[in-house]
């Protein structure tokens, strides 16, 4: 029997209400699907921070990589902690173990509402591949001067032709696989990108698509200036299959796909090691919400989606397709709405429906 170590780093505000539906979700394909899952979880948080003067122990890595995957809840809490501090965490992990495609799905579910209007389930299925370890993230730089009138900031963006080579290969492959667009051309690889400003970073990114494209004469390509890549989300989303992004801008885009999918509610990511050499982490996209922290007001789904990726990529591909129907089918029937889809349900209620939709379909 397969067998999973996960690991479980709740982080602060609603994290520990969400990472419990996540646990219950987990426990529920294992028992489905005849798979062993066992977790552990770190208290890693801004609470942390405050006691000990460290979001997570020196040897955090260490620990983690005795682990098969990692389920994050969400990090942050600006009362407590600045955030540019208590984030480190997650661009620690994300970098330390080398999990160079943050794959981050928009997809929209029959019965949820999105505030845009072009956007239906036919119209939103989008797949962003962000660079995950360097480009703008690079935290290279410095402030100087500091308080006088001549201070300066630099924040250096470091793009290597492997780092981008590797995300912008992988969005290709996603292309291929999924298959959208249905044979010939198989899907479609948008290359979001900013060379009309950007006249080094974003030439070289372009010069990689490029040199990648050439191995893909199946995939059709297609480039959108990011500014008005925002705008085509809006206006036309079915366009849309596989996006590929630098760091920054995939972050920036993601946010607005997940209104496109109906809110942060229902949008999660997984950052991924392909190889397998270091554990890989999968989250909900959204913050900590501080101020519903125990309320168990918030939209679980996001997560569950995190499970269901986490699972696929450990292999067990019948759990997450069988996870993603039990929350179409949730979602679909519309009885159960938490507060951000206007009803009042609770993350236990949702979550507790999803697993009971799971059970019936198995
Ligand atoms: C995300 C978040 C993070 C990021 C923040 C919290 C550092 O916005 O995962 O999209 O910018 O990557
Ligand atoms: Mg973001």
Not at 147 to 159: I, R, S, W
Not at 170 to 187: D, I, T, V, W
Not at 190 to 202: E, Q, R, V, W
Not at 222 to 240: E, G, H, I, S
Request: glycine share 10%; with cysteine; hydrophobic share 40%.
């Amino acid at each position: 029997m397969a067998s999973y170590r996960i690991a479980l780093i709740p982080g602060d505000g609603v994290g520990g209400e969400i990472t419990e539906e996540a646990v219950r979700v987990l426990e529920a394909a294992a028992d489905i699907h005849s798979f062993d899952v066992s977790t552990e979880t770190f208290d890693w948080s801004c609470d942390r921070y405050l006691e000990v003067g460290a979001m997570m122990p020196e040897d955090a890595l260490e620990t983690l990589s005795g682990f098969d995957s990692i389920f994050l809840g969400c990090i942050g809490d600006a009362n407590k902690v600045d955030d540019h501090i208590s984030l480190q965490m997650l661009l620690a992990i994300r970098k330390g173990f080398d999990q160079y495609v943050n794959l981050r799905p928009i997809k929209l579910y029959p019965g949820v509402y999105s505030p845009i209007s072009t956007a239906n389930p036919e119209t939103v299925d989008i797949l962003v591949i962000r660079e995950n370890t360097e480009g703008e993230y690079s935290s290279n730089g410095g402030i100087f001067k500091r308080g006088t009138p001549d201070a300066v900031a630099l924040q250096t963006g470091v793009f290597t032709w492997k780092g981008c080579e590797r995300a912008i290969r992988y969005g290709f492959e996603m292309a291929r696989q999924r298959n959208k667009l249905g044979g010939s051309p198989a899907g479609r690889v948008t290359n979001c990108t900013k060379s009309n400003a950007l006249n080094y970073s974003m030439v070289f990114w372009d010069e990689v698509f490029d040199h990648v494209a050439a191995d893909y004469s199946d995939v059709e390509t297609d480039m959108a200036l990011v500014d008005a890549l925002t705008m085509w989300f809006v206006k036309n989303p079915d366009w849309f299959d596989v996006v590929v992004a630098s760091n920054l801008f995939g972050d920036i885009i993601t946010d607005l796909g997940a209104m496109l999918q109906g809110g942060m509610g229902f949008a999660a990511g997984g950052n991924v090691n392909p190889e397998k050499d270091f554990p890989s982490m999968f989250e909900p996209i959204h913050g900590s919400a501080p101020k519903y922290t125990g309320k168990r007001v918030v939209n679980p789904i996001a997560t569950i989606e995190a499970v269901r990726m986490m699972l696929e990529h450990l292999g067990e591909i019948e759990a997450g397709t069988q996870i993603q129907t039990a929350i179409a089918t949730t979602l679909g029937a519309g009885e159960v709405r938490t507060k951000d889809m206007g009803g009042s349900h609770s993350t236990d209620e949702m979550g507790a429906a999803v697993v009971t939709k799971m059970r019936e379909i198995a």
